[in-house]
């Protein structure tokens, strides 16, 4: 039976050397839903990922995908449960010496024994999802940020994963080229019947596609819920994070001696 949740994390602790990073978290990701993982930098989201893509290991708790506990996998169990999943990495990464056809095609001719005619429909169908099958003989270099972005896409979906992760995939990107990914991320989710985690800053693009946020503050989650519920809340770290507020719990001023002592100390 086909278990409702494919990520499950449960009182997950991790932390690099004596630094603490995660303090117990515990998150879940239901089939077919875009969940977006919220919060300042260095507070843990990027490293919730590295934990489900099993680079990393919790030091406490548990980490499933598909059911299976990703920390205990041996290295083939690890590998085959990898195939499952899918990742546009910040900016792109498109390996810059191939087309657009050969970065999106890279994936089905190291991971399957498909011939090239059958490599090829399944990456025009891919570009085609992302609207850049025109662009399938361009170099990376010859592309805008935003197409980028698609072409990564693609990349990350040639294998039909059930889970795609994105780490940052609004950073960088003009108004129109935003509401674009977006909303692939949005529709790419409900015709594959994905599902999509999104680690980001954008809170203003993220609400418009979430069907769940997780708000990370200092190695916990602080809030969770719906776009509404993160745009009504009142906790003061979610309301200054979501208005981009200057100062609130994430002060303007750096820590120092009041500015009157400093004035007085240097007179």
Do not use: W
């Amino acid at each position: 039976m086909q278990h409702d949740n494919l990520v499950e994390i449960e009182d997950v602790a991790f932390g690099y050397g004596t630094r603490p990073v995660l303090k117990g978290v515990n998150l879940t990701a239901k089939r077919g839903q875009v969940i977006a993982i919220m919060g300042s930098s260095g507070c843990g989201k990027t490293t919730l990922l590295r934990l489900i893509g099993g680079q990393i290991k919790p030091g406490q708790g548990t980490v499933r995908v598909a059911g299976e506990s990703v920390g205990e996998l041996d290295p083939a169990g690890l590998y085959r449960l990898r195939r499952k999943m899918g990742m546009l990495f910040q900016f792109g990464a498109l390996f810059t010496d191939m087309s657009v056809f050969d970065n999106v095609a890279f994936q089905l001719r190291e991971h399957t024994d498909l011939p090239e005619d059958a490599i090829r429909d399944l990456v025009l169908m891919k570009l085609h999802a992302v609207g850049l099958r025109g662009a399938a003989q361009l170099m990376p270099a010859e592309l805008s940020g935003g197409m980028a972005r698609r072409v990564a896409l693609a990349r990350a979906i040639a294998l039909e994963p059930t889970l795609v992760m994105y780490d940052e995939p609004f950073a960088g990107l003009d108004p129109i080229s935003l509401g674009v990914t977006g909303n692939l991320i949005r529709r790419l989710t409900d015709t594959l019947g994905l599902t999509s985690l999104v680690v980001t800053h954008d809170v203003q693009e993220s609400l418009k596609i979430v069907d769940y946020v997780y708000f990370v503050s200092e190695g916990v989650i602080v809030a969770k819920g719906s776009a509404e519920d993160i745009r009504a809340s009142d906790l003061p770290y979610v309301h200054q994070f979501v208005h981009g507020e200057a100062d609130g719990p994430v002060p303007f001023h750096y820590p120092a001696p009041s500015y009157a002592d400093d004035l007085r100390l240097g007179g």
